[in-house]
């Protein structure tokens, strides 16, 4: 398995708490994901939690191109997908289920499923969608 966090904080705190798990941990992030890449690994599944909707439009054509290609064929990469109000001071972008859908399919991925759910936390007005897409090649 291979996690992927930017945020040195939040990556060492993961690695505390799944320390018993034989873990990658790599310091890299959307949208180009080179330090991943340079591994040269496919992976049965790919997912992107809660994080989608902090690049913007342009970032998410760019990472879905990255992303994509390494998910192995009939590989599944899932995603989710935050919507409502911005919590003050952070940085996210409005992105729809349909938006996913339609970029993942230009670079390969076919929708398997798509639900969405109210959030559990944060915020009146919040909810996800949940996405899942499988890899064509």
Not at 22 to 49: C, F, K, N, Q, S
Not at 76 to 87: F, I, K, N, T, Y
Not at 94 to 115: F, K, Q
Request: proline share 7%.
């Amino acid at each position: 398995m291979t996690a992927v966090e930017p945020t040195p904080e939040l990556r060492a705190e993961a690695q505390r708490l799944h320390a018993r798990w034989p873990i990658i941990w790599i310091d890299d992030a959307l949208p180009d994901l080179d330090r991943v890449h340079e591994l040269g690994e496919r992976y049965d599944v790919v997912m992107l939690t809660a994080v989608w909707m902090h690049l913007d439009a342009g970032q998410r054509e760019r990472a879905m191109a990255r992303v994509a290609p390494l998910v192995r064929p009939g590989g599944l990469m899932a995603l989710s997908l935050r919507h409502g109000p911005v919590p003050a001071g952070r940085r996210m972008f409005e992105v729809s289920a349909a938006e996913t859908r339609e970029l993942g399919a230009r670079h390969g991925l076919a929708i398997v499923h798509d639900s969405e759910r109210p959030a559990l936390q944060g915020g009146i007005g919040v909810w996800w969608s949940v996405l899942a897409l499988r890899a064509q090649r």
